[in-house]
Nanobody, 123 residues
Framework: QLQLVESGGGLVQPGGSLRLSCAAS????????IGWFRQAPGKEREGVLC????????NYADSVKGRFTISRDNAKNTVYLQMNSLKLEDTAVYYC????????????????WGQGTQVTVSS
């Protein structure tokens, strides 16, 4: 059974950076696509970025283009979300999720989820 654990969240000032990690256990991530989602208070969950099992990334949120990037290190069984130039509106709980093979934009497409990590952007 694949298990995912997010880490790296925290409090950061506007314009700052954070790198989130999604560490997997129980199975290798080699054949899974990993998506990052976020949910802000009072808002629906939205897809942010995804990386396929072959390393292709897909952006699902126009608001993060040019600021967030996704990468994977299969040797470490970990996927990363690098977030730069953070804005107040990036405040949310960030989740990683896994699905066999290719990416999808909808949360229901994914089979495994982490518990989430809080990112708060505040001055």
């Amino acid at each position: 059974q694949l298990q995912l654990v997010e880490s790296g969240g925290g409090l950061v000032q506007p314009g700052g950076s954070l790198r989130l990690s999604c560490a997997a256990s129980g199975s290798t991530l080699d054949y899974y696509a990993i998506g990052w989602f976020r949910q802000a208070p009072g808002k629906e969950r939205e897809g942010v970025l995804c990386i396929s099992h072959k390393g292709q990334s897909t952006n699902y949120a126009d608001s993060v283009k040019g600021r967030f990037t996704i990468s994977r290190d299969n040797a470490k069984n970990t996927v990363y979300l690098q977030m730069n130039s953070l804005k107040l509106e990036d405040t949310a709980v960030y989740y990683c999720a896994a699905v066999w093979g290719m990416c999808g934009s909808k949360g229901g497409f994914y089979d495994y989820w982490g518990q989430g990590t809080q990112v708060t952007v505040s001055s």
